[in-house]
């Protein structure tokens, strides 16, 4: 038996709604806390889908807030949804007027080098009062870098040729994008017993027949350093563990569903 420590690649996002949807129909257009103090969040500009180019790579961005007396500051941040890694945070915004209703704007720039895919702008609003600053709102829209997409390419396996049961051991390998190391969705491998037979990770999920390897630095998976292209895995063939030659079968995907070339390797179990 090949005992795996396994990671859940699926992003969980709970939101705490205390109001009312901006937006019925897609789960991040809200407003999250419309009222604290006197103020009111009225509305959100912002678009739903935004392409780069050369002469407009700028989001414009905006917040309309009712009775903003209380208000000392707006602040935004800029999410990807895949990873849920921040691209920007605490961008101030401009207010555009001084009158009770109060427009606060600003304008982001949108890079080539940001991955195509889902992108959430939350809002912040600092309070005179008790100088609390809280999340009042997020706004979900679609990103278009207007790059042609390559598949990822993987690379410079580093695996032992012979292992022994109940020993532990640490695999890695080279992944290069030449959309960009962000453009990467995920690094698996398959792992194959001497009889042919696949080893699914997880019996809850028999549908999924590959394991996850990690770029977070998490010495626990062996990985020495993180976001550095360097994806590892460690573990260890259990002493019940056939013995054999088994076979790992590597393989990367970017966030288009681009898939890398494969990479086999046989081992040894003893």
Known sequence: MFFLKSINPSLK?????????????????????????NYQVEKITLADNFSYSQSDSLLNVSITIKNSESVEKVYSNLKLVENNSYIYQ?????????SVNSEYSTKIKMSKKFSSGKYVVEFFVKDKINQTTRKIAEHLFLYDNKQVNYPPVISD?????????????????????PNGLIDISQVTFKLFRPDGSVVIPNASTPNIDYFLMVDNGDSNFGDEKSNDGIFSFKNSFGESSAIGIWKFMFQAKDKSGALSNTINANVEVR
Do not use: H
């Open 90 to 98: 605490n961008i101030e915004l401009t207010k555009n007027s001084t």
């Open 13 to 37: 996002i709970s939101l705490i709604i205390f109001a009312f949807l901006f937006s019925c129909d897609k789960p991040y257009d809200e407003i999250i806390d419309y009222q604290y103090s």
């Open 157 to 177: 396996l580093k695996i032992p040729t012979v292992v022994s049961r109940g020993v532990p051991f640490t695999f890695s390998i080279k992944v290069d994008d």
